[in-house]
Nanobody
Framework: VQLQASGGGLVQAGGSLRLSCAGS????????MGWFRQAPGKEREFVAA????????VYADSVKGRFTISRDNDKNAMYLQMTSLKLEDTAVYYC???????????????????WGPGTLVTVSS
């Protein structure tokens, strides 16, 4: 499966952005998916994840209440609506498809085997 994240850009603090993740090569409808981000000099960190049918979502504490993850299986796509953006949200954002079987939705990169190239989000003051 190939993933392509888009929608990143430069936004002022307090603003909003909507990221999209488009899948190709196979259907994503049977897989949990997630968003991760990596800031310069830092490790990749979990942002949000969604179950295969959209029925369950999980968020990092740092984005809870500000970000919303969703998916449209008919379009083979996943989204991340980001609001009230902060300077510390600046990072490259990656979408990923879960490939590891475990209880619950994974919140670490090791649970995901397919990754897109990422899209840069820069929040300015």
């Amino acid at each position: 499966v190939q993933l392509q994240a888009s929608g990143g850009g430069l936004v002022q603090a307090g603003g909003s952005l909507r990221l999209s993740c488009a899948g190709s090569g196979r259907t994503l409808s049977g897989s949990d998916m997630g968003w991760f981000r990596q800031a310069p000099g830092k490790e990749r960190e979990f942002v949000a994840a969604i179950s295969w049918n959209g029925g369950r979502t999980v968020y990092a504490d740092s984005v809870k209440g500000r970000f919303t993850i969703s998916r449209d299986n008919d379009k083979n796509a996943m989204y991340l609506q980001m609001t009230s953006l902060k300077l510390e949200d600046t990072a490259v954002y990656y979408c990923a498809v879960r490939t590891v079987a475990m209880i619950g939705i994974p919140t670490t990169p090791s649970g995901y085997g397919y990754w897109g190239p990422g899209t840069l989000v820069t929040v300015s003051s």
